[in-house]
């Protein structure tokens, strides 16, 4: 990248002192450090404020923001790349952080700037780059994970995942907009993916870096290899505990097909997911088929509505 070119930071905490300390020690440790780190605090935790001026402490440049009260991941990414564009150039790039999902190695920083230079050389509508994304399937309404066999050299994603490092060059979001902070918590990566190629702009993610990560993980016992997680999705239709993660994922999912015209799998996913599945499960689970139920419920009406924003604490 050219001298001036300048890397930031979005990091949002809610509440985890102990696992910000560790994202910010991991931040420290990079080969290549960002010039600047907005910290934006959910949880209004002093805690986290004293780990951000010890992380200045030692020579790092950062930005510690009290949100006031929990506006979500969403609404938090959104501000920290407002607040970085009000200063930042044509070239510069900004990551996005949640609190316990640092890098995974030391040079990760540095290796994705240098991919996000070879991504502009080779395709200038490059809006953003990763070490892992996946694809939406509109007509099933899920996640494609994308195979080992399809992982090589640049790969093009619909959304860089959470978690993956995404980072997105500033300049092309001020043309695409941020994130959707009305979402709250769930899909909003997704969603500004296809924004992105909505807008005409790429996402890519590094095939290399991607493979040394999965590698690296199943050896350490981290990740299930591929038959796992196969064998993992079959299971499905087992109900999960009921809680605002449930609410928030349903509605912005009936919202997001919704908002593409998807219309007929937004009534699919309401009536499989969101009514039959509790019911389904209501002889061998009661009380949480019980609670998913009345959680769904208040999430198909406000998908359908478009009633998004803040509407069920954590």
Known sequence: MSDTTRLYGVLVTYKRPGELAKSLDKLLAQTRRLDRLVVMDNGSTPESAVEVERYKSMGADAVYIDAGD????????????????????????????DDDDPPYFDDAIENAARFAEKMITEDPLTAGVGISGGRFDFKKAVIRRIGDS??????????????????????AMREIGVHRGDLFFSYEEIELGLRVWDSGYRLYADGEQ???????????????????????AKTD?????????????????????????????????????????????????????WANLKINSKAIVHGWRDQLGWQMRP
Not at 75 to 94: I, N
Not at 150 to 171: H, K, M, Q, S, T
Not at 238 to 248: E, V
Not at 253 to 268: D, F, S
């Open 70 to 97: 929990n506006i979500g991941p969403a609404e938090g990414y959104a501000r920290g790349l407002l607040y970085h564009m009000e200063t930042a150039g044509p070239d510069d790039w900004v990551f996005t952080f």
């Open 150 to 171: 399809e992982i090589n050299g640049p790969v093009p994603v619909d959304f860089i995942a959470e978690g993956g490092l995404p980072c997105y060059r500033l300049e």
């Open 210 to 232: 991607w493979k040394h990560r999965k590698a690296t993980k199943r050896a350490l016992g981290e990740l299930p290899d591929e038959s796992v997680l196969e064998a993992r």
């Open 237 to 289: 239709y087992r109900i999960k505990p009921a809680g605002w993660r449930r609410y928030y994922s349903l509605r912005n999912l009936i919202w997001l097909l919704r908002k593409y015209g998807r219309t007929r799998t937004a009534v699919t996913i309401t009536i499989t997911r969101g009514i039959l599945k509790p019911v389904v499960n209501l002889p061998f689970a009661p009380r949480e088929a």
